[in-house]
């Protein structure tokens, strides 16, 4: 079967995390992803975080699945030659290197647009214009940036970064779907385009939910936080703990085994119209007869007492029970799954959410295949490149050069 994206070739100039995310997933989707690797070194998360000594590392491994890698200097003159060809030869360039780099290699937007018009040139930066433009940015200081940390973390305790990587793969999903949608453009512009993501602007993205509160915060209390009514609010949206960001109210609450356990819990939300078959599977019945407990607004003011019941009854049970009692009941709740627990969870190696791929000098090892599932182009995830390992296929049957060409653009360290 054919899938999705054949026929796209992409230049890869990215590294880390937020552009390899992007590329990946274009690569799931069937394009021919050309990586672009400094020689010698390439992207320094093949070095970084290393559990096996002289082996690409996991944080490698897991982010350039399916691609090709191809070790070029377009700081050298055969390099921007080859680099040169690459720009005509391919549909799309992905790049999140500081700002300004790749025009300092000698190829700004202008001269990309001139060498082939047809080309989308897409980018990660940390800030969009503005005061931060210029600056470097990593994935906790767009965790900063964009409003996730000020909101984030336990009440009137310090701000708290998340460990969903919303800042640098958050922002390379955002930009796949800007490529997407300009290769749908180019169909009939015949044009290439810009497409920009500032993580800043990712991860607001993201926060969307908290920024209408701050404007809720104007007209009174935000009556679903913690806070309400006996906390103060300030003037800017305050940190929530573990409450539901959305109307339901909602909390993580103890079952059996947490003293030792640290993921014996379960998250449960009190959705009004379940609400009577969570309070009789509890044992509080009574609840629901009784004024003080029975509407949703009579509860908002004491959910920490409502929630404390909840615990009662959870802390008598593991967290996979109250999943099977609860779920009959239409009460939305969840387990928290430890990466153990998701590393071994059969229904997400049957869907190729999770996957084991065979590396040559790592051996097997677990990656998260992609999340998007397509119906006509399923991904078949394969093994990230070692470094230059496409170097002499790609200049051969891409850039056109020969053995004499291959060899003088390696006499100049361009390969
Ligand atoms: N051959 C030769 N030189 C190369 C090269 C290659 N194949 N690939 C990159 N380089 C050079 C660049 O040209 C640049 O040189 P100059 O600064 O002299 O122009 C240099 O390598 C380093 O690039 P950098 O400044 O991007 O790298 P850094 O490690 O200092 O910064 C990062 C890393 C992520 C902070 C920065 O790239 C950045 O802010 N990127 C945008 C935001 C982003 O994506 N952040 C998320 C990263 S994932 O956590």
Not at 61 to 85: C, D, Q, V, Y
Request: with cysteine; glycine share 10%.
């Amino acid at each position: 079967m054919g899938k999705a994206l054949e026929g796209v070739r992409i230049l890869d100039m990215t590294h880390v995390q937020s552009g390899p995310t992007c590329t990946q997933i274009l690569a799931w989707f069937g394009a021919d992803v050309i990586k672009i690797e400094r020689p010698g070194s390439g992207d320094i998360t093949r070095g970084q975080l290393r559990d096996i000594p002289d082996v690409d590392s996991l944080y490698f491994t897991m982010l350039n699945a399916n691609k090709r890698s191809l070790t070029l200097n377009p700081k050298t003159e055969a390099g921007n030659e080859i680099f040169t060809r690459l720009i005509e030869e391919c549909d799309v360039m992905v790049e999140n290197f500081a700002p300004g780099a790749i025009d300092r290699m000698g190829f700004p937007w202008e001269k990309i647009q001139e060498l082939n018009p047809r080309m989308i040139y897409a980018s990660v930066k940390g800030f969009g214009p503005g005061p931060y433009e210029d600056c470097k940015v990593y994935e906790n200081i767009a965790q900063c940036a964009g409003g996730a940390v000020s909101t984030t973390g336990e009440i009137d305790r310090f701000p708290m970064v998340t460990g969903a990587q919303i800042g640098d793969s958050g922002t390379g999903i955002h930009l796949v779907a800007g490529i997407l949608a300009a290769l749908l453009q180019r169909e009939k512009s015949g044009k290439g385009q810009r497409v920009t993501c500032a993580m800043q602007d990712s991860v607001l993205n993201l926060c969307r939910v908290k920024l209408r509160d701050q404007q809720r915060l104007a007209h009174g209390p935000l009556t679903e936080y913690p806070q309400y009514p006996n906390g103060e609010f300030g003037d800017a949206v305050p940190r929530a703990g573990n409450a539901s960001g959305g109307g339901q109210p909602g909390w993580i609450v103890k079952c059996k085994g947490w003293e030792t356990d640290p993921d014996a819990y379960i998250y449960v939300i009190t959705q009004a119209r379940a609400f009577p078959g969570l309070a009789k599977a509890i044992g509080h019945e009574d609840w629901l007869e009784d004024p003080e407990w029975s509407t949703p607004e009579a509860r908002l003011p004491k959910l920490d007492q409502v929630f404390a019941e909840i615990e009662k009854w959870t802390m008598t049970k593991d967290k996979m029970e109250v999943m099977g009692i609860l779920n009959p009941l239409n009460v939305p709740c969840g387990p928290i799954l430890s990466m153990k627990e998701l590393a071994e969870e059969d229904a997400l190696r049957q869907t190729g959410t999770v996957v084991e791929v065979d590396h040559p000098e790592r051996g097997k090892y677990l990656t998260v295949g992609n999340p998007i599932k397509l119906s006509d182009s399923p991904p078949d995830v394969a093994r990230s490149p070692l470094l230059g390992e496409h170097t002499e296929e790609i200049l051969k049957s891409v850039v056109g050069l020969d053995d004499a060409g291959i060899a003088e653009a390696r006499r100049q360290g361009a390969i």
